[in-house]
């Protein structure tokens, strides 16, 4: 049986590369596709039509793509320039309408396929000082959607998942800017912790496999330990918190 083959965007690091771990263990032939070079993977910029049409060309084969590499940015609406703007935009929905428009023909050519959208809660919720970057998750989710719907009954599926805030690089370079602590996260999470990594990337491996999650289309799932779902306030969320056993 040939071999299926994934491809994830911002493979590097974080939540990326841990994605492209776990495919690999469940049995895929696993393209990179970022900015660094990745093992057996491609170097390209998302946001270029060139690179990823390079990208695609060096393809035969392809069975889920991961469209995973994205920026973040915090600053003031009123702040925030329209370089700043076009930049994200440019990563973090241009980036994914390229990616998933080249090497989803391929997929809709044999007729089967899973395309999985790294978007986030910020997709799902507003959160002051993130305009630019929640404009393009709210974008992703919608074009997550609509392609659910377009190209479902020519059986390539379009899922996202929308993690909470995760341990990586990202949020170290976030902390360490002063615009939040560890508290103001976990805090407000009812399983009282950020997420892994491998967290995303299990949820990923889900929606990527057929045997699992065949019927799963147009779904924006979050993994987020119950962020969305929380409505409580603070001192009657935390007033529910158990203290880890020791």
Not at 92 to 100: A, C, D, E, M, R
Not at 176 to 200: E, N, Q, S
Request: net charge negative; with cysteine; aromatic share 6%.
């Amino acid at each position: 049986m040939e071999q299926r083959v994934a491809v994830v965007t911002g493979a590097a690091q974080g939540i990326g590369e841990r994605i492209c771990e776990v495919l690999r263990a469940d049995g895929y032939a696993v393209v990179g596709f970022d900015l660094q070079q990745t093992p057996g993977g491609v170097v390209g910029d998302v946001s270029s039509e060139a690179d990823v049409a390079r990208l695609a060309a060096g393809l035969e084969r392809v069975d889920v793509v991961v469209n995973n590499a994205g920026i973040a940015g915090i600053r003031a609406f009123e702040d925030t320039s329209v370089e700043q703007w076009q930049r994200m935009l440019a990563v973090n929905l241009t980036g994914p309408f390229l990616v998933t428009r080249a090497l989803g023909r391929t997929m809709l050519a044999r007729g089967s396929g899973s395309v999985v959208n790294i978007a986030s809660v910020a997709g799902l919720r507003g959160v002051a000082d993130r305009a630019a970057y929640n404009t393009t998750k709210h974008g992703l989710i919608g074009l997550t959607r609509t392609l659910a719907v377009e190209w479902g009954a020519r059986g390539v599926r379009v899922n996202a998942v929308c993690p909470g805030w995760v341990k990586t690089g990202m949020d170290v370079e976030s902390q360490a800017g002063g615009h939040y602590a560890d508290a103001d996260i976990t805090d407000h999470v009812p399983l009282g912790r950020f997420a892994h990594p491998d967290d995303i990337a299990q949820a990923v491996a889900f929606l990527a496999d057929p045997a699992k999650s065949g019927f799963v289309n147009g779904v924006a799932l979050p993994v987020d330990g119950g962020w969305t779902a929380d409505g409580s306030w603070q001192s009657l969320r935390l007033s529910k918190r158990q203290e880890p056993q020791t």
